[in-house]
C-alpha cells in the first residue's frame, strides 16, 4: 500500500456544485495532515491543516479519521478558481519526512 | 516580502556536467527541503535540513547532494546529472522543523538533462 493515496481525478464539477475528496495514509504514526493547493505549472501553497476535530475555513472544510487512517476535503459553492490540483501531505513526526500524495485534479466548469 | 527564492529558474544542461540550484529563504526559518515532481509520480522528498549542518536523506536522495552552512541557504548540487534527473524541483522552508507548520515554496526550477 502506498504511503500517502489520493484519486488523481479529474473531477469535473459544476460551479456551484459541492464536492469532496479523500486521501488515505498507510503510517498509523503519521501525525501532521494538511491540504495544499497547486496550480498549473506552480508551486504548492498551503489550502489548510488538518486537524483531529476537523476545522472549516470559509467554503472549505477538513476532517481527520484517524481509526480508518483518511483525511478529507470538502468544498462548497464551488468557484471556477477552485480548478487545481489539491495535495494531500502528511508529516512523520518519527523522522521528520513530509510526504505528498500524488494529487487530485479539479476543473470546475462554468 | 517573505519568499523563497530558487535559481535558475530553467536550466538545460548535458549529462555529467556539475550543476547547483541555489534556494534562499529569508524568513528565518530553521527547516528546509527540496522536492523532485514528475508527472504520475507526485512531488517527491529528495534532502531536508532541519538547521544549519544538519541534513537528512528524503525518499529519492540518490544522485543528489545538499549542504546547509548558513540558515538562510540550502543548495542542491548534482555531481554528474543524468536525464532521469529530468525533472520540476521545488525548494520548500517552515518553521519548528516542517512538523506542523506551513511549508513555503519556492517557484520551481525546471530542468532538463539531455
Known amino acids: 500500500r502506498k504511503e500517502v493515496e489520493q484519486d488523481p481525478g479529474p473531477f469535473n464539477v459544476p460551479e456551484g456544485a459541492t464536492v469532496a475528496f479523500n486521501c488515505t495514509y498507510s503510517?498509523?504514526?503519521?501525525?501532521?495532515f494538511f491540504w495544499y493547493r497547486q496550480d498549473c505549472r506552480k508551486e504548492p501553497k498551503l489550502l489548510m491543516s488538518v486537524y483531529s476535530s476537523g476545522n472549516e475555513d470559509g467554503r472549505f472544510t477538513a476532517q481527520l479519521n484517524r481509526a480508518s487512517q483518511y483525511i478529507s476535503l470538502l468544498i462548497r459553492d464551488s468557484k471556477l478558481s477552485d480548478s487545481a490540483t489539491y495535495l494531500c501531505v502528511v508529516n512523520l513526526h518519527r523522522d521528520d519526512k513530509i510526504i505528498f500524495g500524488k494529487g487530485t485534479r479539479l476543473h470546475i466548469l462554468p | 516580502e517573505a519568499q523563497v527564492t530558487q535559481n535558475p529558474r530553467y536550466l538545460i544542461t548535458v549529462t555529467g556536467k556539475k550543476l547547483t540550484v541555489t534556494c534562499s529563504q529569508n524568513?528565518?526559518?530553521?527547516?528546509m527541503s527540496w522536492y523532485r515532481q514528475d508527472p504520475g509520480l507526485g512531488l517527491r522528498q529528495i534532502y531536508y535540513s532541519m538547521n544549519v549542518e544538519v541534513t537528512d536523506k528524503g525518499d529519492v536522495p540518490e544522485g543528489y547532494k545538499v549542504s546547509r552552512k548558513e540558515k538562510r541557504n540550502f543548495p542542491l548540487i548534482l555531481e554528474s546529472p543524468s536525464p532521469n534527473q529530468t525533472s520540476l524541483y521545488f525548494c520548500?522552508?517552515?518553521?519548528?522543523?516542517?512538523?506542523?507548520?506551513?511549508?513555503?515554496f519556492g517557484p520551481g526550477t525546471r530542468l532538463t538533462v539531455t
Open positions: 520548500a522552508s517552515s518553521t519548528t522543523g516542517g512538523i506542523a507548520y506551513e511549508q513555503y
Open positions: 503510517n498509523s504514526a503519521s501525525q501532521s
Open positions: 524568513m528565518n526559518h530553521e527547516y
